[in-house]
């Protein structure tokens, strides 16, 4: 039996303790059992001096990558595809939910038939799809950022249908507009399939937030972007969301969507409802430059995406750079590791904690994180 000593295990910002822990491991290489160390603890073992263990990233909004947006995919794009979630993986993500942004009914329902056939030749070592993440097309127009108007739709079970009718259990999550008309038979409806339901791109005040998450909402998609901001006499969305808890808080940790300040104030506000994700559009692994998108060009500067009006469009910066990121702002590494890899979890795979996220799997598939001195955090395979 293997022994590691002296490791860390992620948590949010007002749980992170400096506990040390022991872990087992069996010849076969799965993690058996994990153990607080008490101080002085003269365990023997391999000293891991205090780095910290984790499952991979899972990253709840990405919109493609190596060139491949995921809403244009056809079935000829299958073997990039592929490429495309082997790249993810040696990037230490271990699942996504390709986010199709508003576009086309036929081009909608092509590409989920296309991330359907990804689905089934998963394997081991090869990042995991789960089901999609529609990012509209039910948003508010004033709110739809990067988002083509001529495909946003007014909320209603049948648009609903036309969309995913038939590929149900193909979606893991929506992000739309609660305040709109409609949208409350839509998010019944999302319910009752299981699919998750994100408040994005969307005028909501408070009140019209707190409706939706009284509904069902539960996630915020990319907080403070297409959205209100919080104001001490207009909270809005993310006001609500922080003062009932619970609802899970995307947020793009680039330092260029939201100002290191104020993530860290999020952070501070709501440790563990923080779900940090990648928002990388297609030139995720390839160079700067211009790109296209759908019929539009692309303008990557430093990992950020803009259209050539100058409107914020995404990254191309992998998922766990926004933990490295968000980890010198808060000078927490254990929280900004907790918020790419346990946090998600919970929605994906209903995952409690770290401990029970790691049990039972093995050691080479999860990540080990180190920042000694005044080193930056890095990461690299546990085994």
Not at 183 to 211: F, P
Not at 287 to 292: K, L, Y
Request: glycine content about 10%; some cysteine.
């Amino acid at each position: 039996m293997r022994r590691i000593i002296d490791v860390r295990l992620p948590a949010p910002l007002d749980r992170e303790l400096d506990q040390l822990h022991q872990v087992e491991i069996t010849p076969e290489g799965i993690i058996r059992q994990i153990l607080p160390m008490a101080t002085g603890d003269l365990t023997a073992g391999e000293s891991w001096n205090g780095d910290w263990l984790s499952p991979r990233g899972i990253d709840l909004q990405i919109n493609g990558g190596l060139g491949l947006a995921f809403p244009e995919l056809k079935p000829s794009d299958l073997s990039r595809l592929i490429d495309l979630l082997d790249k993810l993986w040696a990037d230490g993500v271990e699942a996504i939910a390709p986010t199709l942004v508003t576009c086309g009914i036929a081009p909608l329902r092509q590409a989920l038939s296309v991330l359907q056939e990804a689905r089934r030749q998963e394997q081991a070592g090869r990042c995991r799809l789960l089901g999609a993440h529609l990012e509209g097309p039910f948003l508010a127009n004033e709110r739809r950022g990067a988002h083509p108007p001529e495909h946003l739709a007014i909320p209603s079970l049948e648009a609903l249908d036309e969309r995913i009718g038939g590929f149900e259990t193909e979606i893991s999550l929506m992000t739309l507009a609660p305040e709109l008309p409609g949208a409350s038979a839509v998010i019944a409806r999302l319910r009752e399939l299981g699919i998750m339901v994100a408040l994005g791109h969307s005028a909501a005040k408070a009140d019209q937030a707190a409706v939706g998450f009284d509904q069902g909402v539960g996630m915020l998609t990319h907080a403070f972007n297409a959205m209100p901001g919080l104001h001490h006499r207009a909270p809005g969305p993310l006001g609500e969301a922080c003062r009932r808890g619970g609802i899970a808080l995307g947020l793009i940790a680039d330092g260029v969507h939201v100002d290191p300040t104020m993530a860290v104030l999020l952070q501070r506000l709501a440790p563990d409802q923080i779900v940090l994700v990648s928002d990388a559009l297609a030139p995720y692994g390839l160079a700067d430059g211009e790109h296209r998108w759908d019929e539009r060009v692309l303008l990557v500067t430093n990992g950020t995406c803009r259209l050539e009006d100058g409107t914020l469009a995404g990254v191309t910066l992998p998922q766990l750079e926004g933990v490295r990121r968000l980890a010198g702002w808060c000078g927490q590494p254990g929280a900004a590791i907790w918020s790419a890899t346990v946090a998600p979890r919970r929605l994906s795979d209903g995952v409690s904690g770290v401990e029970q996220a790691l049990l039972g799997q093995p050691l080479r598939n999860q990540l080990r994180w180190s920042r000694h001195a005044a080193e930056e955090l890095h990461w690299d395979c546990a085994a």
